[in-house]
């Protein structure tokens, strides 16, 4: 199951996570968001540990939404060791997302 997390809860969830960490910057208003939302729950259940997948609501982190140009939702921003390492704009089909998370694994 995907975690919420707070502004605070930012740097230790994904700055400092030890696996590739997928951010979905999302809004509870947003179709897109919704469609693509169990998608992700699954792709997080098939990574298991290998990575993670938190969301950040957009409307509660203006601030951080603004500092990773986060212009439309949802966005999903994938970090490892602390570094952005891609960005996907919009709901892609999870065989798509896997392929970008897959590689950063190990």
């Known amino acids: 199951m995907?975690?919420?997390?707070?502004?605070a809860e930012f740097e230790n969830e994904v700055?400092?996570?030890?696996?590739p960490v997928v951010v979905d910057f999302f809004a509870t208003w947003c179709?897109?968001?919704?469609?693509?939302?169990p998608v992700l729950d699954q792709l997080?259940?098939?990574?298991?540990?290998?990575?993670k997948i938190v969301?950040?609501?957009?409307?509660?982190?203006?601030?951080m939404a603004i500092?990773?140009?986060v212009k439309s939702v949802p966005t999903l921003i994938i970090f490892k060791n602390g570094e952005i390492v891609d960005k996907v704009v919009g709901a892609l089909p999870k065989s798509e997302l896997?392929?970008?998370i897959t590689p950063l694994i190990g």
Request: glycine content about 8%; hydrophobic content about 35%; charged content about 35%.
């Open 15 to 19: 700055l400092k996570a030890d696996v």
């Open 67 to 69: 500092q990773y140009g």
């Open 2 to 7: 995907m975690k919420l997390i707070s502004e």
């Open 98 to 100: 896997k392929s970008k």
């Open 31 to 37: 179709g897109p968001c919704k469609l693509i939302a």
């Open 44 to 51: 997080a259940n098939e990574l298991g540990d290998t990575a």
């Open 55 to 63: 969301k950040v609501d957009v409307d509660q982190t203006k601030e």
